[in-house]
């Protein structure tokens, strides 16, 4: 069940493909609607969920002290790895602006978040199957527009949907590969220790991807009041969904 969950989750980034595959008018304003939800998911599972349970984790074996400066060490450490990921990301912009070129790299990068997600999730089912569920939820809704950054480019350069689904199939699958690592390898060997570190550095590279890459890119295209509204709508789907699974 918890490869099930996970795969789901990873295979939501294929909805990314609706603004290709229906002639929709305005892109602009979808994907701008997209990119603020999923900061809003985001947010608010990292800031109501993840860190708490990462702490509840670590109090186990640590004082409160020593449980809160390790959840930020890793916080820090997430959003670190998030911002190394993204300036690869620029740097090869800098070499080449074709669009093609931005789907191959957009997907790489989803790819290198996308692992340690599917790992997470496996094991916060296998631990918790309450936090699984919310964190699957979570990676669901904001790995839609992370599909959406795969597709349109890839899309409009070549003029094939094939081409543009395949490759973000490639990504929808590191989700659940990364869940596969985990069973094969982790599951075993994690402890309460490990699972709280984990959370926190998966909350750290949400926190990172929602304020540095989501809402930035939203801003985009100049549509304010649809980045609120969708922005504090990701939070409320979220919070309700925590709500009924808590």
């Not at 060490?73 to 990921?85: E, T």
């Not at 550095?201 to 949400?206: F, P, S």
Request: proline share 3%; glycine share 4%.
């Amino acid at each position: 069940m918890a490869f099930i969950i996970t795969t789901l989750a990873g295979l939501s980034t294929l909805l990314g493909m609706i603004p290709i595959i229906f002639k929709i008018k305005n892109k602009e304003k979808i994907i701008t609607f997209a990119l603020s939800f999923s900061a809003g998911v985001m947010l608010t599972v990292s800031i109501l969920d993840l860190i708490p349970e990462s702490l509840s984790y670590l109090c186990n074996d640590y004082s409160k002290f020593c449980s809160i400066l390790l959840t930020l060490i890793f916080i820090v450490l997430g959003i670190l790895f998030s911002n190394f990921v993204d300036k690869e990301l620029d740097e090869e912009k800098k070499y080449n602006n074709k669009l093609y070129k931005l789907g191959i790299i957009s997907m790489l990068a989803i790819m290198m978040h996308n692992i340690p997600e599917g790992i997470a999730t496996y094991i916060s089912y296998q631990e918790n199957t309450s936090l699984g569920l919310t964190l699957a939820i979570s990676i669901a809704l904001h790995n839609i527009p992370e599909g959406i950054s795969i597709a349109i480019p890839i899309f409009y350069a070549t003029k094939k949907r094939k081409k543009a689904f395949l490759y973000t199939f490639i990504s929808a699958i590191s989700e659940p590969f990364g869940a596969l690592i985990a069973y094969l390898f982790l599951s075993r060997l994690v402890t309460p220790v490990i699972m709280g570190l984990l959370l926190s550095l998966i909350a750290g590279i949400m926190i990172h991807i929602s304020c540095y890459e989501l809402l930035p890119n939203a801003t985009y295209y100049h549509y304010k009041k649809t980045i609120v509204q969708a922005f504090l709508l990701g939070i409320l789907v979220m919070f309700i969904c925590l709500r009924i699974l808590h």
